[in-house]
């Protein structure tokens, strides 16, 4: 029988096999290896390629027949951290361009311009405001929502952060202040946290978001004892300037106070305070804190916020609105 290099290389290449023998054999799995082109000897297959997640998933998704109850709930939990994830990383859009100053609003989406959203520590108020005294005298407010009725706030369950600026401060100034501060906390609930002294100068268009100084976090609350060559705002008469810088928060939420400022004309200050003691350098302090939180002037003079009022403590129309001003909404993310 004539033979060629194959059959001598492989004595089964010759071989015949009957029809039926090969009819009736089991089939064999084609994935596990294939034939060589001469031999029956089996080629071990290269290692599959490492697939990602996302590919092991939809194999699953489209081989295996997942019911429709699981399948979706994971595209649901896909959809909500996705939402959450536009909420809190999305790029921010600010009303006007540029950062926020003060007395301003812009919207807080996110940017350059404005801190990273902090979660709040607390789900609830710090402290509670006093109770609103019945027929209270008249109040007035620096900005309200979008009711046109309830006030802008501070959240109240964030501390209120402040530093403060002695540079033109008479003597005794700072125990005045001090205790200007602990009254606006009793009258609105509102909690102060006093950081320490600072060297920034009051200016009148005060950034509410100062990278560079403060860090990746709205500027605490500057008081700053001036004059008014530094701040053109405390001219002839006026010895005190204040205010806060708002944003309006994403998806219908509230408009929130985030920082703000005081300003206070020290040598005027002193030579009242030399003049006439505590009582009316205490009321101007108290009456620029009010502005601070978010009061108004008003056209009643039996009121602390009338404006050139005499008094050295808040009166019952100031105080109704106070104590409104201290029952804002607690902002999770700020």
Request: with cysteine.
């Given at each position: 029988?004539?033979t060629d290099d194959r059959t001598q290389d492989d004595p089964f290449?010759?071989?015949?096999?009957?029809?039926?023998?090969?009819?009736?054999?089991?089939?064999?799995?084609?994935?596990?290896?294939?034939?060589?082109?001469?031999?029956?000897?089996?080629?071990?297959?290269?290692?599959?390629?490492?697939?990602?997640?996302?590919?092991?998933?939809?194999?699953?998704?489209?081989?295996?027949?997942?019911?429709?109850?699981?399948?979706?709930?994971?595209?649901?939990?896909?959809?909500?951290?996705?939402?959450?994830?536009?909420?809190?990383?999305?790029?921010?859009?600010?009303?006007?361009?540029?950062?926020?100053?003060?007395?301003?609003?812009?919207?807080?989406?996110?940017?350059?311009?404005?801190?990273?959203?902090?979660?709040?520590?607390?789900?609830?108020?710090?402290?509670?405001?006093?109770?609103?005294?019945?027929?209270?005298?008249?109040?007035?407010?620096?900005?309200?929502?979008?009711?046109?009725?309830?006030?802008?706030?501070?959240?109240?369950?964030?501390?209120?952060?402040?530093?403060?600026?002695?540079?033109?401060?008479?003597?005794?100034?700072?125990?005045?202040?001090?205790d200007a501060v602990e009254t606006i906390s009793q009258s609105t609930?509102?909690?102060?946290?006093?950081?320490?002294?600072?060297?920034?100068?009051?200016?009148?268009?005060?950034?509410?978001?100062?990278?560079?100084?403060?860090?990746?976090?709205?500027?605490?609350?500057?008081?700053?004892?001036?004059?008014?060559?530094?701040?053109?705002?405390?001219?002839?008469?006026?010895?005190?300037?204040?205010?806060?810088?708002?944003v309006h928060l994403p998806f219908g939420g509230p408009t929130v106070?985030?920082?703000?400022?005081?300003?206070?004309?020290?040598?005027?200050?002193?030579?009242?305070?030399?003049?006439?003691?505590?009582?009316?350098?205490?009321?101007?302090?108290?009456?620029?804190?009010?502005?601070?939180?978010?009061?108004?002037?008003?056209?009643?003079?039996?009121?602390?916020?009338?404006?050139?009022?005499?008094?050295?403590?808040?009166?019952?129309?100031?105080?109704?609105?106070?104590?409104?001003?201290?029952?804002?909404?607690?902002?999770?993310?700020?």
């Amino acid at each position: 029988m004539h033979t060629d290099d194959r059959t001598q290389d492989d004595p089964f290449a010759a071989l015949v096999l009957d029809a039926e023998f090969i009819a009736a054999a089991p089939p064999k799995e084609a994935a596990v290896a294939v034939r060589g082109p001469r031999s029956g000897r089996r080629i071990p297959l290269p290692p599959a390629p490492r697939r990602s997640r996302l590919d092991r998933f939809r194999t699953r998704l489209l081989t295996q027949g997942r019911g429709f109850s699981q399948v979706h709930s994971r595209l649901i939990c896909g959809a909500i951290i996705a939402t959450v994830g536009v909420l809190v990383v999305a790029p921010r859009l600010t009303e006007p361009q540029g950062q926020p100053r003060f007395g301003s609003g812009i919207a807080l989406l996110g940017g350059d311009d404005t801190p990273t959203p902090r979660r709040s520590k607390s789900r609830s108020p710090l402290g509670t405001p006093p109770p609103v005294l019945p027929d209270a005298g008249p109040h007035q407010f620096l900005a309200v929502q979008s009711d046109a009725s309830s006030p802008v706030t501070y959240d109240p369950c964030r501390p209120l952060s402040y530093v403060v600026n002695a540079r033109t401060a008479p003597p005794g100034g700072d125990a005045l202040l001090f205790d200007a501060v602990e009254t606006i906390s009793q009258s609105t609930g509102l909690r102060f946290q006093y950081e320490g002294p600072t060297d920034e100068p009051a200016t009148q268009e005060r950034l509410a978001f100062q990278r560079a100084r403060y860090g990746d976090r709205w500027a605490p609350i500057l008081i700053a004892w001036s004059d008014p060559g530094e701040m053109p705002a405390l001219h002839g008469d006026v010895t005190g300037n204040g205010g806060s810088t708002r944003v309006h928060l994403p998806f219908g939420g509230p408009t929130v106070y985030v920082s703000g400022r005081i300003s206070l004309d020290g040598p005027q200050l002193g030579e009242m305070l030399a003049r006439k003691g505590d009582v009316p350098v205490r009321g101007t302090i108290l009456h620029e804190l009010g502005h601070l939180v978010g009061l108004d002037h008003v056209d009643d003079p039996a009121q602390l916020m009338y404006p050139t009022s005499h008094y050295g403590e808040f009166q019952r129309g100031d105080m109704a609105g106070l104590a409104r001003l201290g029952a804002g909404s607690c902002v999770r993310f700020l």
